[in-house]
Antibody, heavy 116, light 112 residues
Framework: EVQLVESGGGLVQPGRSLKLSCAASGFTFSNYGMHWIRQAPTKGLEWVASISPSGGSTYYRDSVKGRFTISRDNAKSTLYLQMDSLRSEDTATYYC?????????WGQGTLVTVSS | DVVMTQTPPSLSVAIGQSVSISCKSSQSLVYSDGKTYLHWLLQSSGRSPKRLIYQVSNLDSGVPDRFSGTGSQKDFTLKISRVEAKDLGVYYCAQTTHFPLTFGSGTKLEIK
C-alpha cells in the first residue's frame, strides 16, 4: 500500500524558515517524480514545486523561487521542502504527491501557518 | 501558465441523478509523447485530494464505473451517473502536461 506521510509543519514567524518532510513507502520511491502542492485555508489547490526521480531536475512556481528548495533522499525514500523567508501568503496545508501517471497518490498534508 | 476553467462552481443534486463538470484549458494538454495529462480529483471534507481519473478517461482502482471522463485537447468533462451520498465533496481537474502544474478552481457537489 502506497503511503505518503508529511511532517514538519507548524506556526512560524514571517521571515523565518521551516523544513517539511514526506516519508514514502509502498512503492519504489526512486522511480517517481514528486510534487509539493499547497492549499490555503478555504482555497483551491496550488502547485509549489516538483523534482525528477533522480533529483537532478527541479521546478518551482514563481512566487517561491529563490525561497523554497525541493530535494529528495532516495536512500531514505523521503522528499523535502526547505522553506526560507516565509511570508503570510505561504500559510497553507502542504501536500506531497507522486507523479507517475499524474498525481496518483497524496499524503494527508501538514499545516504551515506563517504569523507573528 | 495554463489556465484551467472549471464549471460550474457548485452543484446540488438528488441521489440517483447524473451530473457533469466541465474543465477547459487555455492550451492543448497533449504532451510530446501523445498522451493527455488531464486528471480529476475529489477532495472530501477534511481530507486530502484523491485521484479518480487519470489521463482523461482512465479510472483509478476502486473508483466505481459511475464515474467517467471524456474530452481531448482543451475540453474535458467528468460525468457522475447515479450520484450517491458518498460522492459529495469538491472535484478538481488538474493538468500535469505543462509546468507550472495547474488546477481548476473546483466544483462543490452537494446532495439535495
Amino acid at each position: 500500500e502506497v503511503q505518503l506521510v508529511e511532517s514538519g509543519g507548524g506556526l512560524v514567524q514571517p521571515g523565518r524558515s521551516l523544513k517539511l518532510s514526506c516519508a514514502a513507502s509502498g512503492f519504489t520511491f526512486s522511480n517517481y517524480g514528486m510534487h509539493w502542492i499547497r492549499q490555503a485555508p478555504t482555497k483551491g489547490l496550488e502547485w509549489v514545486a516538483s523534482i525528477s526521480p533522480s533529483g537532478g531536475s527541479t521546478y518551482y512556481r514563481d512566487s517561491v523561487k529563490g525561497r523554497f528548495t525541493i530535494s529528495r533522499d532516495n536512500a531514505k525514500s523521503t522528499l523535502y521542502l526547505q522553506m526560507d523567508s516565509l511570508r503570510s501568503e505561504d500559510t497553507a496545508t502542504y501536500y506531497c504527491a507522486t507523479e507517475g501517471t499524474g498525481l496518483a497518490y497524496w499524503g494527508q498534508g501538514t499545516l504551515v501557518t506563517v504569523s507573528s | 501558465d495554463v489556465v484551467m476553467t472549471q464549471t460550474p462552481p457548485s452543484l446540488s443534486v438528488a441521489i440517483g441523478q447524473s451530473v457533469s463538470i466541465s474543465c477547459k484549458s487555455s492550451q492543448s494538454l497533449v504532451y510530446s509523447d501523445g498522451k493527455t495529462y488531464l486528471h480529476w480529483l475529489l477532495q472530501s471534507s477534511g481530507r486530502s485530494p484523491k485521484r479518480l481519473i487519470y489521463q482523461v478517461s482512465n479510472l483509478d482502482s476502486g473508483v466505481p464505473d459511475r464515474f467517467s471522463g471524456t474530452g481531448s485537447q482543451k475540453d474535458f468533462t467528468l460525468k457522475i451517473s447515479r450520484v450517491e451520498a458518498k460522492d459529495l465533496g469538491v472535484y478538481y481537474c488538474a493538468q500535469t502536461t505543462h509546468f507550472p502544474l495547474t488546477f481548476g478552481s473546483g466544483t462543490k457537489l452537494e446532495i439535495k
